[in-house]
């Protein structure tokens, strides 16, 4: 049985907190393949790796497998390109493999349990060798591996560039992706939607409201969705109030705002260019950091997307089961298999007691499960004693991902199904951001993050934004509290507390 006696609190640390809860399901999915899959798809001499997640959604590592995996990332991108390269192209691979798959499935009432197990063990192997891959481009970019690489043969040019602006900004500019993201079409085609309803009393009956909204829906309703889990897509229903929400708060006048900001950043960053456009290392490594800011933002929309058509799957499977949509997350993989083989049957009170709450442990390939009040217990037990910080502080450190300079109360959102409890003016403090935290991100009058480096989402989108943002404070989610009042110097890197 799984207890205290099983985890050495001194050998494990904290590596990130889920952007949405994490049942059952997803810590099978996710410490299987980080066991059996991760150590081949990052193709360096490091371990098979174990994990523990509890139900709070925080998930940590080995220290010394996490060590290792971060001296092997920098030893391998230190001199040369080349494994960078192979990280944005195998990531590009993977994603396009699981969209292909996802687009492939077609079921109806009439498909066979024995089809749906099938279809489910596919999805389980495509799965387990895509999930790395949320991972390896994440610790490029959380621990600004390609990012430096340009702050370090920039600082020669750091003069001439504070000519034009801070040395800071000059970097941020410079590494900002060119490509278009998911994220960017959508903040367009919103605003058209926006711009259709505005001066309109009853735009939501306007036919051509009613179109574009159809549109829309098809294109982007999957942004609400994260994964397997049984999240639903964006609907009409919403979608009426998202626009009616930025009628109320200027969406259309903060757009032109933040278009005209950006035109301004790209002059800048043409004036920096002409300074340094016949050093091709530096303009190559430039080149590098923007495509790794896109491929991380990049993959998590394309997996979002592509998962987001398995949602019929999902729900057909769980029907098959009895089980209800919203519970099937709380079976592991073989329970489901079993289930839809007559096999095996989770009772209703074993589901309640995973949904109390758990502790998932992988060690050496072996899993341990503690549900129930037991679960809840070791879990609060393992958040409270790995990571603790001095919560008596009244400033906070991390990195400029956006520049400003703004005072505002917080807001502390966890979980992206919390999205709309943030209201316009406040401090957005989560530990990482993704698509389904754009809502939040727009309402919001600057971005704190725990995690995340200067390509993170949190600082891609801040910028496209033109929100102040700041990365990388480490534990901002536990020093600062709702209502705190705060002074968010997004130009320093730094966050007061204000009495």
């Not at 079993?338 to 949904?355: A, D, F, Y």
Request: glycine letters at 4%.
């Amino acid at each position: 049985m799984l207890s205290k006696k099983n985890i050495n609190l001194n050998k494990w640390e904290f590596e990130f907190q889920q952007r949405n809860y994490q049942p059952i399901l997803m810590s099978d999915l996710f410490c299987r393949s980080l066991y059996n899959n991760h150590k081949k798809e990052i193709n360096l001499p490091t371990d098979k790796l174990d994990y523990l997640f509890t139900s709070s959604g925080r998930g940590y590592i080995k220290l010394t497998q996490k060590a290792k995996i971060l001296k092997e990332l920098k030893i391998a991108s230190e001199n040369k390109n080349d494994y960078l390269k192979y990280i944005l192209i195998r990531t590009m691979e993977k994603m396009k493999e699981l969209d292909n798959f996802t687009n492939n499935i077609r079921i109806d009432a009439k498909t066979l349990n024995k089809e749906l197990i099938i279809l489910w063990k596919e999805f389980d192997q495509i799965f387990l060798t895509i999930i790395p891959w949320f991972y390896i481009p994440w610790y490029v970019t959380k621990d600004d591996i390609a990012s430096n690489k340009v702050k370090k043969k920039l600082l020669k040019y750091r003069k001439e560039i504070e000519k034009i602006t801070s040395f800071d900004n000059a970097l941020t500019m410079l590494i900002f992706p060119v490509k278009e993201l998911m994220f960017q079409k959508e903040h367009k085609d919103f605003l058209e939607l926006v711009k259709i309803a505005s001066g309109k009393k009853n735009f939501q009956n306007d036919k051509s409201f009613i179109n574009e909204t159809k549109v829309y829906l098809k294109k982007y309703s999957w942004m609400t969705t994260y994964l397997i889990l049984p999240i639903e897509p964006l609907n009409m229903e919403d979608l009426i109030n998202k626009v009616e929400n930025a009628l109320n708060n200027n969406f259309i006048e903060e757009y032109k705002e933040q278009k005209l900001k950006r035109s301004k950043d790209e002059k800048i960053v043409n004036k920096i260019i002409k300074k340094i456009k016949n050093d091709k290392e530096l303009i190559l490594c430039i080149k590098l950091a923007r495509e790794f800011g896109w491929l991380l933002t990049f993959s998590t929309e394309t997996a979002l997307m592509a998962t987001s058509k398995l949602i019929p799957l999902f729900k057909t499977i769980s029907e098959r089961m009895n089980i209800p949509y919203a519970q099937w997350v709380y079976l592991t993989s073989k329970e489901i298999v079993k289930t839809l083989e007559g096999k095996s049957v989770i009772t209703s009170k074993e589901i309640k007691e995973r949904q109390l709450g758990y502790v998932f442990l992988s060690k050496n390939g072996k899993q341990k499960v503690l549900s129930g009040k037991g679960g809840k217990n070791l879990g609060k037990w393992i958040d409270n004693n790995i990571g603790t910080v001095n919560q008596q502080t009244n400033k906070l450190n991390g990195q400029s991902a956006s520049p400003g300079i703004v005072k505002g109360k917080i807001k502390i959102i966890q979980f992206a199904k919390d999205a709309h409890l943030i209201k316009s003016g406040e401090v957005l403090v989560c530990s990482m951001t993704s698509p389904d935290y754009i809502p939040a991100m727009k309402k919001s009058i600057a971005i704190v993050t725990d995690e995340g480096g200067l390509l993170s989402h949190a600082a891609i989108v801040s910028r496209e934004l033109g929100k102040p943002c700041i990365v990388g404070t480490k534990n901002a989610t536990q020093i600062l509290k709702d209502g705190d009042l705060v002074e968010v110097d997004a130009d320093k890197g730094i966050v007061k507390k204000l009495q």
